[in-house]
């Protein structure tokens, strides 16, 4: 059997090994805390569940929704945007559901990129951009993201001919892995960049409603001229604890949305209805789950920032997202680091060499245990370190 080129290309092999000594560690009886996911442990509300399962009695939910969905759910995140971010978007146009904002991530790519085409993918990353773009066979041309640069993509050291090569942009605040944010600034001049050199911008958008201290992240669409080049993907996985529901959307561009809609009509029928109701009800709701959530986040974020502080591993305190981005503390590459410190304390986090070469010297928390648990796994790291000196 003889796979198709493009596989060797998927990154897998970190995370395979991580799933692998997760296993073996258990066989072992050893108590993990696992940090290493980047899926909420959080329910949705009540509310939002019983919609799910009253919509599911109904027998004329289970017909096909087609890949635009139904109005209702594109009318609530026209209006969840305007009352938001201030932004108008026309729900007739400018808006699509997809299957999880990781379904859309993906797809774009087969609409804009033929074999060899480049594309401008931040590292350290979400691996599904390159993962994405190697599905295609794309050339895959690194935005380094650096802490001297406050993991924002340095757009002025892109040479011309190269700007001029790209064909798509993939951009993630607040970040993954890093939690680092961008100021509306930065969106204005990534679209003066994108419409100089003729890039479609895809801007990674899961993680605005996780944001503490008062800090409210901006949407790349606020940027002027921002729906000429480019688009915004939402997730409701995080802001509503629906990651398993597989539902978010994109909006911006419209000729944007009309060639992700063309793909994505060749290869699904679009999300089950009871879903897309749930997902209406939740963006025309109130925001209790997400300043829930944001209180949750905060807390555990000051349990593992401060805990880790006092046992000599010092950090960044994130505004956003749902992780830490911490350096390795010891003098060992983050693979061996994070190998070490699941097999020793039992605590589970990701080398940044799985988010690319730049993730190098970096590990990504995950905060997505309990405060008992993460105080737990603080005070596992605190004698885990001291055997270190």
């Known amino acids: 059997m003889k796979l198709a080129v493009r596989m060797g290309s998927l990154q897998t092999s970190i995370f395979s090994q991580l799933a692998s000594l997760k296993e073996t560690l258990k066989r072992e009886g050893k108590t993990l805390i696992d940090l290493s996911v980047g899926s909420p442990d959080l329910p949705p509300s009540l509310e939002i569940r019983k919609i799910i399962s009253e919509q599911s009695l109904d027998e004329r939910a289970y017909g096909y929704t087609l ?3 139904i109005p209702e759910f594109r009318e609530a995140c026209s209006l969840w945007y305007k009352r938001r971010f ?3 978007i026309d729900p007739a146009t400018e808006v699509l559901p997809v299957m999880g904002s990781q379904d859309g991530l993906t797809h774009i790519f087969w609409a804009f990129i033929d074999k060899g085409d480049a594309a401008f993918i931040p590292e350290p990353g979400y691996p599904i951009y390159s993962d994405g773009l190697a599905l295609v066979e794309g ?4 935005l380094p993201l650096l802490e001297t640069n406050d993991f924002l993509p340095d757009l002025n050291r892109i040479t011309p001919q190269i700007a001029d090569r790209a064909k798509l942009m993939v951009l993630n605040y607040p970040n993954n892995p890093t939690a680092a944010v961008a100021p509306e600034t930065f969106f204005n001049e990534v679209v003066r960049f994108a419409s100089k050199h003729g890039i479609v911008v895809c801007h990674d958008a899961a993680y605005t409603e996780l944001a503490f201290d008062g800090y409210r992240p901006s949407s790349f669409l606020q940027a002027k001229g921002a729906k000429d080049v480019g688009v915004e993907f939402h997730s409701l996985s995080k802001s509503y604890n629906m990651a398993g529901v597989r539902l978010g959307f994109v909006v911006g561009n419209k000729e944007v949305i009309r060639a992700l809609e063309t793909i994505k009509s060749n290869i699904d029928y679009g999300s089950f209805q009871p879903v897309l109701k749930a997902g209406a009800a939740v963006l025309s709701g109130g925001d209790q789950t997400i300043l829930a959530n944001q209180q949750t986040y905060k807390n555990r974020r000051d ?9 000599g591993w010092k950090m960044n305190r994130p505004k956003g997202s749902m992780f830490v981005w911490a350096p390795v503390p010891t003098k060992q590459d983050s693979l061996s680091f994070a190998f070490e410190l699941a097999s020793e304390a039992g605590v589970l986090v990701v080398p940044g060499i799985a988010f690319g ?3 190098e010297g970096y590990v990504r928390v995950g905060l997505v245990q309990d405060e008992t648990k993460l105080q737990e796994a603080v005070q596992r790291v605190g004698t885990f370190l001291a055997g270190k000196d």
């Open 67 to 69: 890949t635009r969905g």
């Open 86 to 88: 201030n932004v108008d």
């Open 139 to 142: 050339e895959k041309v690194v």
């Open 303 to 311: 349990i593992w920032v401060d805990g880790c502080a006092r046992a």
């Open 357 to 359: 070469r730049y993730g």
